[in-house]
């Protein structure tokens, strides 16, 4: 079936970067966007950007313009979020979500599914 | 700051039914999806567009839409709904997307 696996916890000191790996699996990678949303501790989600795996096209949330770089590589169908600068507040859960669209007369709709099961990336000194 | 609005909280009884709204502009020109989050879990998609589920999802859950407002509708509220939905759709420009508030529901 389709499935985003993504990898493991990471603890990094403010200033750092990380990296979050979105490995996909059950269609071809290059057909649908990937999304990544982030999800502080009891809040609510906020995306931070967009790819095109196929032809490699990027979109980016103001809030993340410059900190956040998406990649991926398409002989191992795996997307990439690195964040850079790292904050405290930059502690949250990172999920990567397959984005789908469509568009018929009035029927104007996306949604993503399915999500990765997320990475706790937590920024402590 | 989101520019879909949903109620903070609600409540329902066991078996009784419960509506979930999301607000905005956009809603008017997009329709909006739903998911739907349990502590330490990702979010699961539960319904889009002109009320579509996913495979897998119950019937109890539908879609629906009117003006500046998309509903989700829970027929029969079970104990395994308690968790928080999140709708989402597009901002009042069309360019990018939005994730509403989110509402925390309550199983009683």
């Known amino acids: 079936q389709v499935q985003l696996v993504q990898s493991g916890a990471e603890v990094k000191k403010p200033g750092a970067s990380v990296k979050v790996s979105c490995k996909a699996a059950?269609?071809?990678?290059?057909?649908?966007?990937i999304f990544w949303v982030r999800q502080a501790t009891g809040q609510g989600l906020e995306w931070m950007g967009w790819?095109?795996?196929?032809?490699?096209?990027?979109g980016y949330a103001q809030k993340f313009q410059g900190r956040v770089t998406l990649t991926r590589n398409t002989s191992i169908a795996t997307a990439y979020m690195e964040l850079s600068s790292l904050k405290s507040d930059d502690t949250a859960v990172y999920y990567c979500?397959?984005?789908?669209?469509?568009?018929?007369?009035?029927?104007?709709?996306?949604?993503?599914?399915?999500w990765g099961q997320g990475t706790l990336v937590t920024v402590s000194p | 700051s989101s520019e879909l609005t949903q109620d903070p909280a609600v409540s329902v009884a066991l078996g009784q039914t419960v509506r979930i709204t999301c607000q905005g502009d956009?809603?008017?020109?997009?329709?909006a999806s739903w998911y739907q989050q349990k502590p330490g879990q990702a979010p699961v998609l539960v319904n889009y567009?002109?009320?579509y589920r996913p495979s897998g999802i119950p019937d109890r859950f539908s879609g629906s839409s009117s003006g500046d407002t998309a509903s989700l509708t829970i027929t029969g509220a079970q104990a395994e709904d308690d968790a928080d939905y999140y709708c989402n759709s597009r901002d009042s420009s069309g360019n990018r997307l939005v994730f509403g508030t989110g509402t925390k529901v309550t199983v009683l």
């Open positions: 059950g269609y071809n990678f290059t057909s649908y966007d």
């Open positions: 790819m095109k795996p196929g032809s490699g096209k990027i």
């Open positions: 956009s809603l008017r020109t997009y329709h």
């Open positions: 979500a397959l984005h789908h669209h469509y568009e018929s007369g009035d029927l104007r709709v996306s949604w993503f599914d399915p």
């Open positions: 567009g002109t009320n």
